[in-house]
C-alpha cells in the first residue's frame, strides 16, 4: 500500500487478501481458535481483507514460462517502463 500511495504502478497477480496479525487461543475440548484483529485499507478507505491488492497491471504466468525460466512479470513491468519514457 506504501508504494500505491506513493502513486507506484503495481504489476502482478491479485493477492489472498489474508493479512494482518494472526491471534490464537484454545477453547476448552482442545479447539483452537485463530483470527485477525487489525483492519488493513486501501488509501481510499476501501477495505483489503479478503479481496487483496489488486494490481494495476495484472500478469498470470504460466507454468510452461516459469519452467523455461522466463519472467512474465518483470518483463510486463520492464515493457511498461519502458512505454512511459
Known sequence: MRFRMLGATLVGTPTA???GNGARFS??????????GLGFYYPNGDQMQRKGI???????PT????????????EAAIAYFNSND
Do not use: W
Open 54 to 60: 489488486i494490481p494495476d497491471i495484472e500478469v498470470y
Open 17 to 19: 487478501g489474508a493479512n
Open 63 to 74: 507454468m510452461e514460462d516459469i519452467m523455461a525460466g522466463k519472467d512474465e512479470v518483470l
Open 27 to 36: 477453547l476448552p475440548g482442545e479447539i483452537t481458535v485463530c483470527y485477525s
